[in-house]
């Protein structure tokens, strides 16, 4: 990328984006994003994808009877298998820190899992659940379930019983092992054990610290989907309890990630064609461009970064934008996928120009 092609401005429909600050010929990168992060891959992948690359086993051998899982692999005592396509990535994930280390508590968090499954309430109510009818839900309302977990948790004792009934699902475990993931993260860099990959050429601000200036759609996504409150609860207590006491200091970084992991996350997809959703990562400079159902970029995943290309030719002014979803629905489609996952009734040009006449 190019630093002086783009900058940062806020504008009026969409916080945050990038603009051209001179012309830009189609064809141009203007923009990397190096690692997520917080990712995931989910568990009926985690053979089959790359730790270090993410490159899909089913998508690259296409031939009848090839193997659709990679072979080399990673068994280190304390931590789960991980496995690699070819030994360069092996060597290169092993040299590295982050990644041993969440294999480390990706582990603990597996088996932490099953611990939960020992017992389960004689009731079959979850304590950590609001009580009472279906009320209007407010950010006050959030917060007060947020408040209710973190005097559960402040009780090691209350929290071993609950966490010992709960009966983690699965889903609960996979966004789990995505808000480790950035747990890692911010500890490895508070202790300058690596060199986090951020997005400095738009940003001076540490890692951390852009990730809290993305936009939170905790409300919205909690209004959408109510019963998302109580499985982010869930995975709170969980990591409370599971994550090693050097980490548990980071914890609380659970409710920022969560608030912002919706609507500002990317999938990781098995190629272009999107067939497979392996999983999903927190990209943060990637987060700065905005939808349009008729993008003037072109995003592109290679390995862990994920590059942007102009997809034509952008004049000075003219806003920097991918495109979220399929744009070869129609609009009420592409609205609908929008206002459920990224909270927002487009307004682009092409949608505007497509919108029935009232």
């Known amino acids: ?11 009026p429909h969409g916080g945050r984006s990038l603009f051209p600050i001179q012309p830009i010929a189609e064809g141009t990168s203007i923009f990397t994003c190096e690692a997520p992060f917080a990712h995931v891959i989910y ?3 985690r053979r089959e994808v790359c730790a270090q690359c993410f490159a899909y086993a089913a998508s690259t051998f296409r031939s ?12 280190r005592v304390t931590a789960e298998t991980v496995w690699f396509c070819t ?15 969440i294999a480390d508590i990706n582990a603990l968090l597996g088996k932490a899992k099953i611990a939960t499954r020992r017992n389960s309430p004689k009731d079959g109510h979850d304590p950590i659940l609001p009580n009472g009818p279906p009320v209007q839900i407010t950010q006050d309302y959030i917060d007060k379930a947020w408040a209710d977990v973190e005097e559960l948790v402040s009780s090691r004792a209350r929290l071993s019983s ?29 202790h300058s054990l690596a060199s986090l990959a951020t997005s400095s050429i738009i940003s001076t601000l540490d890692p951390w610290t852009e990730v809290l200036d993305l936009q939170s759609s905790e409300l919205s996504n909690v209004i959408l989907r109510p019963y998302i409150l109580a499985a982010h609860l869930r995975v709170y207590a969980f990591l409370c309890h599971s994550l090693p ?23 990781i997809w098995d190629g ?36 942007f290309t102009t997809s034509r030719s952008v004049e000075i002014g003219e806003e920097l934008c991918i495109s979220y979803i399929d744009t070869s629905q129609t609009i009420t489609q592409r609205r609908q996928d929008l206002e459920n996952s990224w909270f927002f009734k487009c307004g682009c040009q092409r949608c505007q120009s497509e919108e029935p006449e009232a």
């Not at 990328?1 to 401005?9: A, D, P, Y």
């Not at 006491?245 to 999938?267: C, E, M, Q, S």
């Open 245 to 267: 006491k050097h980490l548990r200091l980071y914890v609380p970084t659970a409710r920022h990630i969560l608030a912002r992991d919706t609507g500002n996350a990317f999938g």
């Open 43 to 45: 568990k009926d992948y």
């Open 272 to 307: 272009d064609h999107r067939d497979e959703m392996l999983g999903w990562g927190l990209w943060v400079g990637a987060s700065y461009f905005n939808h349009s159902c008729c993008p003037n970029v072109k995003k592109t995943r290679v390995g862990r970064t994920i590059h």
């Open 87 to 101: 030994d360069e990535c092996k060597v290169t994930w092993e040299s590295g820190v982050i990644g041993p280390l």
């Open 1 to 11: 990328m190019t630093q002086s092609l783009i900058g940062l401005r806020t504008t």
């Open 64 to 75: 009848i009877g090839d193997p659709r899982t990679w072979s080399i692999r990673s068994c």
């Open 162 to 190: 609950y966490c010992s009934t709960m009966n983690l699902e699965d889903m609960e475990l996979e966004i789990s092992r995505s808000v480790a993931s950035a747990i890692v993260q911010r500890y490895v860099s508070d």
